[in-house]
């Protein structure tokens, strides 16, 4: 597809239980991110890639986030025993390269841990 | 620690009126702008941006204007239209990090526009 595909769109679990959220950039973006939307909230960062090189984890909340992106291009966010407060819109977003500010968003994933 | 600021949380306009949305920023090592426009279930799209050596851009109803000693910008859509209703971001941007794509967003103005 053309744009940033994100799956699934809407995601409710339980309390504790883990989740994975998926973000398939557009070909030839070589940089991913990962945002969350709290409710009432702007874009909050949490975590960017660049090509091959280590990853930016500056911005997750805690030990249960991680996120890999494999070959270049689809990535995952996990997020272990989920928390209630853990409930937002996950955005993911690709841009051409580290330099290019544009970002290209994905319609997001509403999580909502019960 | 918000570094960009968006204080009003939401504006109503008349169509065919001019919108001003604003933000401020604390940083002074942002060099980069962008304003993303944001439907109810979609992701945020790109709006318009303006570098720091600028202090206006304009495209088409959308103009954005920068003030660096105040270290503020503002969005004016003229005249404003019932389809740009939908929540405005403003994102800053450090290019001197080596990574401009690494944006700081406000928390968003939701803009009405009514008939």
């Known amino acids: 597809g053309a744009g940033v595909s994100q799956s699934p769109s809407n995601k409710v679990t339980e309390k504790g239980k883990d989740v994975e959220l998926r973000c398939d950039p557009i070909s030839g973006h070589t940089a991913l991110y990962w945002y969350r939307q709290s409710l009432g909230q702007g874009l909050e960062f949490l975590i960017y890639?660049?090509?091959?090189?280590?990853?930016?984890k500056s911005g997750l909340p805690s030990d249960r986030f991680s996120a890999e992106r494999t070959g270049g291009s689809v990535s995952t966010l996990t997020i272990q025993r989920t928390q209630q407060e853990d409930s937002a819109v996950y955005l993911c977003a690709s841009s051409l390269g580290a330099q290019n500010p544009k970002l290209f968003f994905g319609s997001g994933t509403q999580l909502s841990v019960l | 620690d918000q570094q960009v600021k968006q204080n009003s949380p939401s504006l109503s306009v008349q169509e065919g009126r001019i919108s001003i949305l604003n933000c401020d920023y604390t940083?002074?090592?942002?060099?980069?702008f962008l304003w993303y426009k944001k439907y109810p279930a979609e992701g945020p799209t790109f709006l318009i941006s303006i570098s720091s050596i600028k202090d206006k851009n304009e495209d088409g109803r959308f103009t954005v204007f920068l003030n660096k000693s105040a270290k503020h910008l503002s969005l004016h859509i003229v005249p404003s239209q019932p389809g740009d209703s939908a929540v405005y971001f403003c994102a800053a941007s450090d290019g001197g990090t080596g990574t401009a794509s690494k944006l700081t967003f406000g928390t968003g103005t939701r803009l009405q526009v009514t008939l």
């Open positions: 890639f660049q090509g091959n090189s280590a990853p930016d």
């Open positions: 940083n002074s090592m942002f060099d980069y």
